[in-house]
């Protein structure tokens, strides 16, 4: 059933805004209700400087011996936290001291192909690496006298920030919003000492959250001594040589694919441990139908990205998988599950699908090529002890998400307090 708002023009003059997904009526009464609480105001007033964006710099060649900074995008920020792992670089000698994140600052996504991609919030926090932003991530930093920036980190997140932002946004081919318009963001002032407690909450948060990225990386680090592959980095050649005999053996004439570096790797893992295929602890192989919902235990694996990306479900999922996706199989009884997603993600399996890629950045692993990936197989007693890491890592994961929407619940009960009075 359609839904018709209407709006009286007297009442828009000073919104300046003519299109109906403005006037949504989930939009009128969220602003109706948020106007109620006594003490609020518009972010705009809240902020130690005007809300600013990045830019795409122009000079983005990155030359040997720069010092590289960290690029962020939209899909670097998820709710609360910031992928540096997977972001772009910039060259610093192209960037100028004010294009920098700086510790506290708010960082909002407000462009996007769709309404979720607009409100993910997080804070640049003062153990973060050097980074900047593109065009669309909003960088906010509040005047800590009247706002605490967690606090405000949080409110961005809740149910009353992301409405807003969706109220704010337009779509005109895809969703957006300017600085201006989130300095129009209506933010209640809750009391000095609620927002300080939600600050402990987010900090808390962020620890552990550090605290699984330690044990995940404990991990990684207890496979790679024991195949004696701690501080390995690849060596890259400008130039080198095949033979044909070898070329027509794998059926590839690409450059990249015999790197030396490629084969040296694999020989000097096969003296340090013993090596098997992919496919011999494979029970089954299969193409996720569309729609998938994956179970607790499946054993997921990409296989049309870069990177390649293996997981064990951990947890009911409330969603569905793409084709883009595998479904494995795995026998239990000849290796652990999560000691075998961590070769797979590890430089073991990057090297191995980064050569089968032929150095493209968007691969599609053919089956057999995921069944005859070389997985080395360490004693039973480490893969348990790598799988309990794993596990660990994850659990502390799920602590700090019930810290997270703990602290967001706090705040949307303070603010439905202060509409009903």
């Known amino acids: 059933m359609a839904r018709i708002s209407i709006v009286k023009l007297s009442k828009i003059e000073g919104v300046k805004r003519f299109d109906a997904g403005r006037y949504r009526t989930s ?38 011996g720069d010092i590289k900074i960290h690029f962020l995008k939209t899909d670097n920020l998820r709710e609360g936290v910031i992928d540096f792992e997977n972001s772009d670089f910039l060259p610093a000698r192209s960037l100028s001291e004010s294009d920098y994140l700086k510790f506290k600052d708010v960082t909002v996504t407000i462009s996007g192909a769709h309404y979720d991609v607009i409100g993910r919030a997080a804070i640049f926090l003062d153990y973060h690496p050097q980074s900047v932003t593109n065009q669309n991530i ?26 807003q932002l969706w109220m704010l946004s337009r779509q005109t081919g895809q969703f957006n919003l300017s600085c201006r318009e989130v300095e129009e963001l209506l933010i209640p002032l809750l009391d000095v000492d609620f ?60 450059a990249e694919y015999f790197q030396t570096t490629y084969d040296s790797f694999m020989e000097g893992l096969k003296e340090r441990s013993e090596i098997a295929k992919l496919k011999e602890f494979i029970l089954d192989f299969q193409k996720l139908k569309s729609p998938y919902e994956p179970k607790v235990g499946d054993f997921l694996l990409t296989k049309d990205l870069m ?20 479904i494995l199989k795995v026998n239990e009884n000849k290796i652990n599950k999560e000691y075998l997603a961590l070769c797979i993600n590890s430089i073991i399996g990057k090297l191995q699908i980064k050569r089968e890629g032929g150095g493209s950045t968007i691969i599609h692993w053919r089956p057999e090529q995921i069944k005859n990936l070389q997985v080395p197989i360490l004693y039973k007693k ?24 703990e602290a967001k619940r706090k705040v949307e009960r303070a603010i439905e307090n202060e509409i009903r009075k």
Do not use: C, M
């Open 382 to 405: 480490v893969q348990e002890e790598i799988s309990s890491l794993i596990e660990q890592s994850h659990e502390t994961k799920q602590r700090a998400r019930e810290l997270w929407e």
């Open 195 to 254: 927002q300080q407690e939600i600050e402990t909450l987010a900090k808390n948060f962020f620890d552990l959250i550090e605290k699984a990225k330690s044990l995940y990386s404990q991990a990684e680090k207890l496979l790679l001594e024991k195949l004696g592959l701690k501080g390995f980095q690849a060596k890259y050649e400008l130039s080198y040589t095949a033979n044909l005999s070898k070329v027509f053996g794998v059926h590839r004439i690409d």
């Open 138 to 163: 909003a960088v906010i930093k509040t005047d800590e006298n009247l706002l605490n920036p967690f606090y405000l980190t949080i409110f961005l997140n809740s149910k009353y920030g992301k409405e």
């Open 27 to 64: 939009f009128l009464k969220l602003e109706k209700d948020l106007k109620k609480i006594t003490v609020i105001r518009k972010l705009g007033y809240l902020v130690a400087e005007p809300v600013r964006t990045g830019h795409i710099s122009r000079g983005r060649d990155i030359y040997r």
């Open 307 to 326: 990177p390649v990306i293996a997981y064990v479900v951990k947890e009911p999922v409330e969603g569905i998988a793409t084709s883009s996706i595998s």
